[in-house]
């Protein structure tokens, strides 16, 4: 598919277990976002990658997250030692870089992470 | 990025013109102002965006009052795909950063 696409969509673990989330971009776009949704709330930010040059990490709630993105491709958010309040839908977006018009971001369908 | 303030919820009959609201006294020269969409159970979508003038695509029109204080975002003729929560997001054009979403209007279609 052309969109940007996550795994897995839904995602249910005890409290205390790590867990990983997958993104994958669409192609071409250098940009690569992740936010969080809690429920019935906005997205909040919380992390950017582009190109190479080091992540804007400051959305990150604690240390316990962390992400990785592989070039210009795959990213993953990892969150350590899972705790309830972790439960939220989380989203991937990713943007073309490019000129200096606005480049708009494409969400992916996101990953219901449910901590039990 | 400035603050936006939305209506919490709104509804509009099928067919006829939704306009969705969104004050941003605080905005400042260099920042656009964008709309997203963000239909139940999916990622949000890019709808449109604008700085002074007002500008229409193939989804909808944004107008922007003079003293840039506020906007408003017209669908012409809605349907009940439309129903969503709209997002009004104030920040500089340039570069791939973040998005401040907050939490949006709820636009709920009536047949």
């Known amino acids: 598919g052309a969109g940007v696409s996550q795994s897995p969509s839904n995602k249910v673990t005890e409290k205390g277990k790590d867990v990983e989330l997958r993104c994958d971009p669409i192609?071409?776009?250098?940009?690569l976002y992740w936010y969080r949704q809690r429920l019935g709330q906005g997205l909040e930010f919380l992390i950017y990658?582009?190109?190479?040059?080091?992540?804007?990490k400051s959305g990150l709630p604690s240390d316990r997250f962390s992400a990785e993105r592989t070039g210009e491709s795959v990213s993953t958010l990892t969150i350590q030692r899972t705790q309830q309040e972790d439960s939220a839908v989380y989203l991937c977006?990713?943007?073309?870089?490019?000129?200096?018009?606005?480049?708009?971001?494409?969400f992916g369908p996101g990953t219901r992470l449910t901590v039990l | 990025d400035a603050k936006t303030t939305q209506p919490t919820s709104m509804d509009c009959a099928e067919g006829r013109a939704a306009n969705l609201p969104c004050n941003h006294s605080?905005?400042?020269?260099?920042?656009?102002v964008y709309w997203y969409r963000q239909i139940h159970s999916q990622g949000p979508q890019y709808i449109i965006h604008?700085?002074?003038n007002n500008e229409t695509n193939e989804m909808a029109s944004l107008i922007i009052t003079e003293d840039r204080k506020s906007s408003t975002l017209i669908l012409p003729h809605a349907t009940l795909r439309d129903t969503a929560v709209y997002y009004c997001?104030?920040?500089?054009?340039?570069?791939?950063?973040?998005?401040?979403f907050g939490t949006g209007t709820r636009l709920t279609i009536i047949p």
């Open positions: 192609s071409g776009h250098t940009a």
């Open positions: 604008g700085l002074k």
């Open positions: 990658f582009q190109g190479n040059s080091a992540p804007d």
């Open positions: 605080t905005i400042s020269g260099n920042e656009y």
């Open positions: 977006a990713s943007s073309f870089s490019g000129g200096r018009s606005y480049n708009e971001q494409f």
């Open positions: 997001i104030v920040r500089a054009h340039f570069g791939n950063e973040k998005l401040t």
